[in-house]
């Protein structure tokens, strides 16, 4: 056996220990102890009021955050690589701040700016009968932010990569704004967009920190999934808390199936 064979096993066994150990093994693990103590007690924690309420609650925010986080991601990429302007790279580099800043402090963040005392942004929701901070909007609102860049960062590339002739060529043949970007453009960039809906979806699916800050975790009402996950431990539910964190699993490794079929629509 040549070395350079040998080099290449032995890179495969590094990677696949590393994954086992960090990411098979825990999940493997949740799996195990969600049914442990039997199949009764994690179905009548899933399937309970409040179980049923946080699934809810999660599924109708990933369906209002991710629609508009794909509208906005797809105007923001068409400027950001169609348009030449000052301050381009400004609104480049602020796109990038949910990676940059902690999902706590982003709660923290909107609680100052729409909490119904702190501003007259948040006064004028209050007096005008409009909760944000501790309610179902506060939670949207979050999570529309910590998942904004993830449509534009998966579109902006393919963009620059198919350049601008089929656009451009379209519009020498009369075609207006909107029949370029639907019939050129969108095709085009498709996949990503679609990559992009499927990130933004994991990464909504899963938010924990900004939602713990800006929900009041009030049970029964503003308590997503995960939030439900930790309430169950808190209270000393294993198996229940076990469950409801296999049910977000499930959600991810559907999200991880879609991901990977759409890389290999792309590579066809």
Same mark, same amino acid.
Not at 121 to 130: A, T
Not at 262 to 268: A, D, M, Q, T, Y
């Given at each position: 056996m040549s070395v350079p064979r040998l080099s290449q096993l032995g890179l495969r066994s590094v990677v696949l220990f590393y994954l086992t150990f960090l990411l098979l093994l825990p999940v493997a693990?949740?799996?195990y102890r969600a049914f442990e103590d039997g199949f009764g007690v994690a179905w009548d924690t899933v399937t309970s009021e409040q179980g049923?309420?946080?699934l809810k609650l999660t599924l109708t925010t990933v369906a209002i955050a991710v629609p508009l986080n794909t509208i906005f991601g797809v105007l923001a990429a068409l400027v950001l690589v169609r348009q030449n302007f000052r301050g381009k790279a400004i609104l480049n580099s602020l796109i990038d701040i949910p990676f940059a800043i902690s999902p706590v402090v982003i709660g923290l963040s909107l609680v100052l700016l729409?909490?119904?005392r702190d501003t007259a942004?948040?006064?004028?929701?209050?007096?005008?009968?409009?909760l944000i901070i501790f309610s179902t909007p506060g939670i949207v609102i979050a999570c529309i932010f910590v998942s904004l860049p993830f449509v534009v960062r998966e579109v902006v590339p393919v963009l620059q990569e198919i350049g601008d002739e089929q656009e451009q060529a379209a519009k020498t043949l009369g075609a207006n704004w909107w029949q370029?970007?639907?019939r050129i453009t969108l095709p085009a960039i498709r996949w990503g967009v679609t990559y992009g809906v499927v990130i933004s979806t994991a990464r909504v699916l899963g938010e924990f920190g900004a939602v713990s800050v800006v929900s009041?975790?009030?049970?029964?009402?503003?308590?997503t999934l995960p939030l439900f996950v930790r309430r169950q431990f808190e209270t000393f539910n294993g198996a229940g808390g076990y469950a409801s964190a296999l049910v *977000?699993?499930? /959600?991810? *490794?559907?999200? /991880?199936?879609?991901m990977n079929l759409?890389?290999?629509?792309?590579?066809?």
């Open positions: 693990m949740v799996f049923i309420h946080a729409y909490g119904p942004i948040g006064q004028w929701f209050f007096q005008h009968g409009i370029t970007f639907w009041g975790k009030v049970l029964g009402e503003t308590e *977000l699993a499930v /959600l991810a *490794l559907i999200t /991880l199936v879609a759409i890389n290999r629509k792309r590579e066809v």
